[in-house]
Each structure stands twice: as structure tokens, then as C-alpha cells.
């Protein structure tokens, strides 16, 4: 069993910054791709930024509205993803969810979600 545990999120103001963080724990053999997606109220879950590694290189992909704004970060060694948002907006506003396709020590590969983190950007 792997658990995703998500920290970070909270009230800020336009303008403002916050940093997600997204730590993995369980029985991990290995993890593959790690992301960040959202979800506003009335609307639905959409992606936010995806990071995946291949030797020493990562590659990663933003969401149009989070180009420029948010990086995404992992530290292998702790199993963990980050999300630096700045210049937040109040249509940032919305349940911030990490993602993490893990293969497990058992050999199941799994698409695991947290349990999101609410990111309110307000004056």
C-alpha cells in the first residue's frame, strides 16, 4: 500500500505565493510520473503540471494558465513532489491534488491520488 500525504495549501492573496508539497510512503519500488491537478468548485479536475524523470533528466509540462507562474519539483531521495506557486490569482483558487504512478514492491503498478490540499487565493 503507498499513502500520499499533501501539506502547503491555505489563504493567500492575489499576488501571493504558497508551495505545495506531496510526500509518497508505502511500499515503493519505484516512481514514474508525479503531477499536480485541480479542482474549482462547479468545475472539473484539470491538470496542473507534470514531472517525470529519465536518468538524470526531468522533463515537465504545465497547464497553459500555470506557465510562468508554477514549477514543479521533486527530491527523489524523500519521494516527494512540490508545486511553487507565485503571482497566485484568484482563479487559482481550488482543491489541489498530487498524483503519482508508483510501482509497488509487490509489482502492481498504481495510479495513486492525495487527499488534496485547498488553495484559496483572496483579498
Known amino acids: 500500500q503507498v499513502q500520499l500525504v499533501e501539506s502547503g495549501g491555505g489563504l493567500v492573496q492575489p499576488g501571493g505565493s504558497l508551495r505545495l508539497s506531496c510526500a509518497a510512503s508505502?511500499?515503493?519500488?519505484?516512481?514514474?510520473?508525479m503531477g499536480w491537478y485541480r479542482q474549482a468548485p462547479g468545475k472539473q479536475r484539470e491538470l496542473v503540471a507534470l514531472?517525470?524523470?529519465?536518468?538524470?533528466?526531468?522533463?515537465?509540462n504545465y497547464a497553459d494558465s500555470a506557465k510562468g507562474r508554477f514549477t514543479i519539483s521533486t527530491d527523489n531521495a524523500k519521494n516527494t513532489v512540490y508545486l511553487q506557486m507565485n503571482s497566485l490569482k484568484p482563479e487559482d483558487t481550488a482543491v489541489y491534488y498530487c498524483?503519482?504512478?508508483?510501482?509497488?514492491?509487490?509489482?502492481?503498478?498504481?495510479?495513486?491520488w492525495g487527499q488534496g490540499t485547498q488553495v484559496t487565493v483572496s483579498s
Open positions: 508505502g511500499s515503493i519500488f519505484r516512481i514514474y510520473n
Open positions: 514531472i517525470s524523470s529519465s536518468g538524470s533528466t526531468n522533463y515537465t
Open positions: 498524483n503519482m504512478v508508483v510501482a509497488t514492491t509487490t509489482g502492481i503498478f498504481f495510479n495513486y
